[in-house]
């Protein structure tokens, strides 16, 4: 709620009108203030009636945000369900296409891009097995020390 009004029971009333801890009731206090006691009460049918157009604009939205929200979740759970082709799949994809001759260029480009990577992925794969193997040896001569 956008708090231009209280929202309370009979018993909180009297509380929160005199610590006027509200928009609502701030803007009484000045009206009663500018007008009189008397002469409020169409004052207060506005002020009352603006905030609850207010209160059904920001509940909407908030149904709004919530529907989207709960849209995006789904699409990200499709996205995860979905399978991610591999580099060389969309490669043999571009392959058996008619491609005109920029597109050929492109498709060069794409294939050396590939290719590259496809080299550091295996060297980054090796260097990590050379780490892990490290890795065994250690542990494996640090027991052994251990143990003599």
Same mark, same amino acid.
């Given at each position: ?55 059904? =604009? =920001? ?45 050929? +260029? ?7 891009? =590939? ?14 097995? +050379? ?15 251990? =143990?003599?």
């Amino acid at each position: 709620m956008c708090n231009l009004y209280p929202q309370k029971n009979s018993s909180a009333a009297k509380i929160a009108s005199t610590k006027l801890n509200s928009t609502f009731e701030l803007l009484l206090y000045l009206e009663r203030k500018r007008f009189g006691n008397e002469n409020i009460s169409e004052s207060a049918d506005l002020i009352e009636t603006i905030c609850s157009i207010i209160d059904s =604009v =920001v509940e909407q939205c908030s149904q709004d945000t919530e529907n989207e929200s709960s849209k995006q979740e789904s699409d990200s759970e499709g996205r995860r369900k979905r399978k991610l082709e591999s580099p060389e799949e969309i490669m043999q994809r571009l392959d058996a296409q008619d491609l005109c001759e920029e597109m050929q +260029d492109v498709k060069k480009c794409l294939k050396a891009f =590939v290719d590259s990577m496809g080299n550091g992925i295996s060297k980054i794969e090796r260097l990590l097995n +050379d780490a892990r193997q490290f890795s065994i040896r250690s542990t494996f001569l640090s027991q052994n020390c251990l =143990v003599r």
